[in-house]
């Protein structure tokens, strides 16, 4: 299965480079390139990406506008992947924090850039514990979703949680926690629909920014 990838970077030569690694890949293909925020949208529902590679600072429209557009207006929406210069900026978390599903810093090794994709394609969230849980405590503002106190989480629910903030995948947290993927996929599902939360970063993020983790 071919995955499809759009970029949204403001600077050519940016754009030339994660083409040239994409397109190496057999399983991923750009379908479309973004020189600002403000084109990413008409070019999501032209081209129907699985994932869209998205700069922050952008002159005109940046990516955090740009996400919230796709996720508010898109039926579909392709996961966002957020390229970034330094992975303490407040404006990755903000892009967290309206829907991106993860973040890559843009001097990483090109094996790490392909597999991020493929991880964010795949469903799941692309996770660095540290790192958000030191975004959470600089630039958190009130936990998103519901209050986990209120939310009435089972036991085993509060512990896969746990483990999906340690950046744990679902095979990982099945592994540990000794039941079935279907199982761990069914206690997420119920997660994300307690905490109101969009998707696994959304979660991760309400249970740092409440202090659950």
């Known amino acids: 299965m071919t995955r499809r990838v759009l970029l949204a970077d403001d600077e050519p030569l940016i754009r030339i480079g994660l083409r040239a690694v994409i397109d190496a890949e057999p399983d991923l293909e750009v379908v479309a390139e973004a020189d600002d925020g403000a084109a990413v949208l008409p070019l999501v529902r032209m081209s129907a990406p699985d994932v869209v590679l998205m700069d922050i600072r952008m002159p005109l429209v940046d990516g955090i506008q740009a996400t919230r557009q796709i996720l508010a207006t898109v039926p579909h929406p392709p996961k966002i992947l957020v390229v970034t210069t330094f992975e303490s900026d407040e404006n990755v978390y903000a892009a967290l924090r309206a829907g991106a599903q993860g973040f890559v810093l843009k001097r990483a090794r090109p094996q790490e850039i392909v597999g991020a994709i493929r991880v964010v394609a795949d469903g799941d969230s692309l996770l660095f514990p540290a790192a958000i849980r030191a ?48 199982t761990v996929k069914t206690h997420v599902g119920n997660i994300l629909t307690k905490l109101a939360a969009r998707d696994r970063t959304q979660a991760v993020i309400a249970a740092y920014e409440s202090g659950f983790v």
């Open 135 to 182: 975004l959470a405590g600089r630039f958190g503002g009130g936990a998103t979703g519901a209050p986990l106190a209120e939310a009435g989480l089972t036991q085993r629910e509060a512990d896969v949680l746990r483990l999906m903030a340690r950046g744990r995948s679902n095979t990982e947290i099945a592994g540990e926690l000794f039941v079935g993927v279907q």
